[in-house]
């Protein structure tokens, strides 16, 4: 990356692994449950979380000094609804069949707590590009636990991946079924989610033994 | 800067102002969309009715496909034949009833008036649909969706749809395979209007039974199911006394 400076870099990359929004910071937690039982809604809510965290991030940064502090949380919620709203509003009109997908998305967005928790812990205290970066870092970072998430809940508890069956058919017994295979239908529902987000902190915490907290 | 963003004035005078810019930049894009905004639903709900009497462009299994919005206007007229508003058990046409809101008329009947339901009469093949438009409530809010009979009260095709409910979980009362599995099955038991049922535990997952009006539930889904289950019950109680005068069997 020699577009950006090593701190610039690390404003991405950290988020991605040793910082990261739902396995670290704990934010997120709440969509990443709801929205998981399959691939395809955890894409579109990460590319629809790295948009609104990207641009939203940059707003307030361009606004952090003339923002009275009193009223900053409900500053930061209205710039969230309006680009969550522009952004629907866009989508209905000019492509119609992709705003019915994102439709379900618009309250789990605006109330994601990685967004206002960028806005408080970063962009309040720092420049517009910096902001920027850090917005797509966690959004990323948010994306990638949401897509394997996604993955394994879909995989094991539908046998399809994006709605594709991947495992054979589960009610001609074709495939991996044939042997005696079930799906999990525990998978399906979301405390399924809190038992992968789990395993996926404790894999994280046993290889890098810094990130665990002082009991 | 040097304004002091801690006093009162300034805090009421940034929230005024914010108020007032993000309020008409809102309201100024939801009016200039408004058009455009507004022929998408109906080209939707003309591609929701026409799937409903099976004219789409399903290809084997797997996605729902329906007819692309440049065409549906025509397709919509080349197929149904008559739309009607039932009062009761007489039907009468009304141009353009498939615009109605169901859920207005559904309020109106709540308040003990007579309402104006919409029905649609299409036409394929030589073969009536009778398509009717329902109306009900999931999990988290709305749901919807076209259900078309023939003359035995034979289920023909649904199409649901919804406002908010989870993805992959109540969601999925949009694709194929939970759709396709109302067709063939009939609303009657006996001479009583039944409904179908999306029912967990069914020992007829496979769907080959259809006089159980019974349909196999989705895993994880259940009060989105129950509410599709009591949406097609409450429509047909709405629209039995007109469905009485074309039954045949």
Redo the contacts between chains.
């Keep these: 990356m020699a577009l950006l400076s090593k701190k610039d870099a690390n404003l991405i990359l950290d988020p991605l692994a040793d910082n990261n929004p739902i396995t670290i910071q704990v934010l997120g937690i709440c969509s990443a449950l ?5 691939l ?2 955890s894409v579109v809510m990460a590319i629809s979380v790295l948009f609104v965290l990207g641009v939203g991030n940059v707003v307030i940064s361009l606004l952090r ?7 900053r949380i ?2 930061q919620l ?1 710039v969230v609804a ?1 680009l969550v ?2 952004v629907d ?2 989508l ?3 492509a ?1 069949e992709l705003s019915k997908t994102l ?2 998305f618009v ?1 789990l967005i605006i109330t994601n707590c990685i967004i206002m928790g960028r806005f408080e812990a970063f962009a309040l205290g720092n420049g517009p590009w910096k902001s920027f970066l850090d917005g797509i870092g966690n959004a990323l970072g948010y994306g990638v636990i949401l897509i394997i998430v996604g993955f394994f ?2 995989l094991l ?2 046998g399809t991946l994006f ?1 594709i069956p991947v495992l054979g058919d589960p ?1 001609a017994k074709t495939g991996l079924y044939a042997t005696g295979y079930e799906n999990n ?1 525990f998978m ?2 979301p405390p399924a989610a809190l038992i992968v987000v789990g395993i996926i902190i404790w894999v994280q915490r046993s290889r890098n033994k810094a990130l665990i907290e002082e009991a | 800067m040097a304004v002091n963003t801690d006093k009162n004035t300034y805090t009421v005078t940034f929230a005024t102002l914010m108020v007032i810019i993000v309020g008409s930049l809102l309201a100024f894009l939801a009016s200039g969309l408004r058009p455009r905004i507004d022929e998408n639903e109906r080209f939707e709900k003309q591609q929701n009715i026409l799937y409903a009497m099976g004219v789409n462009q399903n290809e084997g299994e797997g996605s729902v496909s329906f007819i692309p919005t440049n065409i549906v206007e025509e397709e919509f007229s080349k197929y149904i034949k008559q739309q009607l508003v039932v009062v009761g058990s007489e039907a009468k046409e009304k141009e353009e009833s498939y615009l109605i809101d169901m859920k207005k008329q559904l309020n109106i009947i709540k308040n003990g008036d007579e309402a104006e339901l919409p029905l649609f009469i299409g036409e394929k093949d030589g073969k009536k649909y009778y398509i009717i438009p329902m109306y009900g409530k999931g999990l988290w809010d709305a749901i919807w969706g076209f259900i078309s009979l023939d003359e035995n009260m034979v289920v023909q095709g649904v199409v649901f749809d919804h406002k908010g409910e989870t993805p992959g979980l109540g969601a999925n009362i949009k694709l194929r395979y939970f759709m396709d599995d109302f067709v063939g099955e009939s609303v009657l038991d006996g001479n009583r209007y039944a409904g179908i049922a999306v029912v967990k535990g069914n020992n007829d997952p496979l769907n080959n039974d259809k006089e159980d009006n019974e349909v196999d539930a989705l895993a994880g889904a259940t009060i989105t199911g129950n509410g599709v289950t009591a949406m097609i019950k409450e429509t047909l109680k709405l629209y039995k006394p007109y469905l009485e005068t074309i039954r045949t069997k």
């Design positions: 709801a929205i998981t039982a399959e395809k809604a000094n003339i923002i009275p502090s009193k009223i409900i500053v209205i309006t709203i522009v509003q866009v209905k009109a000019f119609y439709a379900v309250g809940r879909e508890g539908s709605g009610i239908g399906i529902i």
